[in-house]
């Protein structure tokens, strides 16, 4: 999950019991290669690519996959 992120939504995964990892959030939204080396295994991501919240950065191009 990007860190920083939605509150809401991080409050709503973790009474669900999800093992989160908070992924670093640049100029240019998520950085996936900090969450791959974080979390390879990983089953979901929780990103808000067109207006982070609360940063408001837009996801890169490059970046969505």
Known sequence: MENPGASGARNALLSEGAELVPI???????????????????????V???????????MSLSRRF
């Open 48 to 58: 808000t690519p067109s207006h982070q919240q609360p940063l408001g950065h837009v």
């Open 24 to 46: 670093f959030v640049d100029g240019e939204g998520l950085v996936v290669r900090d969450g791959l080396e974080k979390a390879p295994h990983f089953r979901l991501a929780f």
